[in-house]
DNA sequence: TGTTAGCACTCAATATAGGAGAGTGCTAAC
DNA sequence: GTTAGCACTCTCCTATATTGAGTGCTAACA
């Protein structure tokens, strides 16, 4: 299924064209804006091929072409142009989120916020790989009563937390005993290299204070888990809404019915999380139909080499591709870069 | 400016009427469905006084009435029957929240989607007291390299950390003895319980560690300043799109850049924080133009009869106050409750 | 054989006009 | 003070032209 150069051409001019004006384009345009050196009766011909082909649809018979997501993926795929983007008030800006507030969360919010920014499309963050640390350390306060906290920071800098109840009969002392022994035990450890026999010994050494062990173990189990710590930050909607095709308001509440759902947004955007580089889908080729006129430009960034998250560009099918794939590889890299400067601890 | 009791009625009528089918409401329709026992003409009559006081007003000549912010003003304060919501199904969500994972942002962040879900109006639920709690315990955890990371908790339960940098030569047992003089030092201190003489004695007991402290002393006094924990959570914004009145895109816009600027909402609702039970800004009441066609039903909630939060329905100024009012005053309680029973720590 | 000019045809979008219907304000009678 | 009646207003809906962009096809041309 490979195209002549004119054709190629042609449907360059149609994606292009359609993507800078939102209009259906037809053949008068092309032979005038795109100088192919043809006119416009050669270039019906052509667009007529291109339909039959399945690249190029028509909305109604009187009405120009309209790139199908078959001549989107084919756009992408062979004739996109790949640019760059390099701006330095986005770095500062990143950095800026990083030196104000050195936590992971704030920084991946706020690259949500400023991809929605640039591009007018929305842009979604997603954070898979802060769980499944190893474990650092744990500390039980007391808080007075009949309960306590109990407090698990990994090694990725994961802070997790939760009241728990004690029986009155505990003292800080005790809690301070269970505090050290896991420590102890548990030092460095990730979910897989938890031994049942380690856990048994620390039953045994502990073993007047199973009630509280439970839970703290609970906590652990939680905090090193590889689900935890999946975290999707959305970006503005509200800048998407400046897209044309968003007049009707069907579309929109499509839209956010799906953005409200986390867990959702997260299915789709695992979906592809093997593949390396900036990758994007196209209209139907997710498989959630309320996504078809969308589509989603994905990248992952890493901390030391590995995957750790995803960032996402969603936009009408009808987006700036290129502009798109430029902007998400920038912000991959430069997330990674940060989140690589915040968590500099190990090595070194 | 007191209505004779023919007007009170007619009034009601309309915004009954009007809050029910959206549409403009007329003289014949009152006087068919609401059996005020005169004709349409003297309904008319009525209704032009109306107008002329203010309550009333005209969308165009020959349009029904819709009532002004003025008009929902007095039927609030005046006519408005208080119904009571009470759902058991509601009482179970909240109390699941509670018991699945024992958080007050968890809890929270769900009351605002319930909120949205029982009402199709824009739910919003804002913390504002969990600052500003007494200093319980923090712990400097050594995360390896240049690295610590401090952890601060509250007896309000609230956790707060951060990573700073430390000298190389800086050893666990140093992050320890800082964390237990800090511990012991400052037990159940509030933010402004911290005399400078206190600060001077740690400073002068951990000379050596000057710079580290510094920082934990940021973190403390952040953790334990009023402002922070300032939090909004925002209920569905999809349910709110089902109202009639968002047939046009614009609104919807001016909706969302409101919603996405977490500190403006936290001002409007905050304006009001004083006033006990549940109060009503409407439409033009708010200082802030983008919410003239709005109205906001709040409520506070507490911990230990102190304010610590409110909670808010923003919906159309046509929105149901009788519902609205019901179901803030119900999550209110309810969100007390189960936030009282979340921190039972202290006295019992 | 590929390209082009020309032309009839299609169809959305826009404008135009004509009711229909809901509602009002006013007047006169009760 | 209340009401019936009526002329008037204005939106909304529908039907009907009109316009214009764009196509597909044909026939002529290089």
Do not use: C
């Given at each position: ?86 701006s ?56 007075g009563?009949?309960q306590?906290?109990v ?109 409200e ?21 196209i ?32 936009g ?33």
């Amino acid at each position: 299924m490979t195209l002549d150069a004119r054709k190629k051409n042609v449907l360059m001019a149609i994606v292009q064209d359609y993507i800078a004006t939102a209009e259906p384009v037809g053949s008068r345009t092309i032979a005038r804006k795109y100088k192919l050196g043809v006119s416009s009766a050669t270039i019906r011909n052509e667009m007529a091929d291109l339909e039959e082909m399945g690249y190029i649809e028509q909305p109604h018979t009187s009405a120009g072409r309209v790139p199908s997501d078959q001549g989107y993926r084919y756009y992408v795929d062979h004739l996109m142009k790949r640019e760059e983007f390099n701006s330095k008030e986005a770095k500062l800006v990143l950095n800026g989120y990083l030196t104000k507030k050195r936590e992971v969360g704030h920084v991946l919010r706020n690259a949500g916020q400023l991809l929605s920014q640039i591009t007018n499309y929305t842009g979604v963050v997603m954070t898979s790989g802060l769980g499944g640390g190893r474990f650092k350390h744990i500390q039980l306060v007391h808080m007075g009563g009949r309960q306590s906290m109990v407090i698990m920071v990994t090694d990725a800098g994961a802070v997790h937390h939760q009241i728990i109840d004690i029986p009155e009969s505990i003292q800080a002392v005790d809690l301070e005993t269970i505090s050290s022994v896991l420590n102890h035990k548990l030092q460095g450890k990730t979910i897989e290299n938890i031994r049942l026999t380690l856990i048994q010994e620390i039953y045994f050494e502990l073993a007047k204070q199973k009630h509280i062990l439970d839970m703290a173990m609970d906590v652990i189990q939680e905090g090193l888990s590889l689900e935890t710590g999946e975290k999707i930050y959305l970006g503005s909607i509200f800048n998407i809404l400046n897209q044309p095709e968003f007049h009707n308001i069907e579309k929109v509440k499509v839209l956010l019915s799906l953005l409200e759902n986390e867990h959702e947004l997260a299915n789709i955007m695992t979906d592809v999380f093997q593949e390396e580089g900036v990758t994007v889908r196209i209209g139907e080729e997710m498989e959630d139909g309320r996504l078809k006129d969308y589509s989603l430009v994905m990248g992952t960034y890493h901390m030391e080499g590995k995957p750790v998250g995803r960032i996402g560009l969603l936009g009408p099918t009808r987006m700036d591709y290129s502009r798109a794939f430029a902007v998400v590889e920038y912000m991959t890299d430069n997330i990674s870069l940060v989140i690589e400067r915040l968590m500099r601890w190990r090595g070194k």
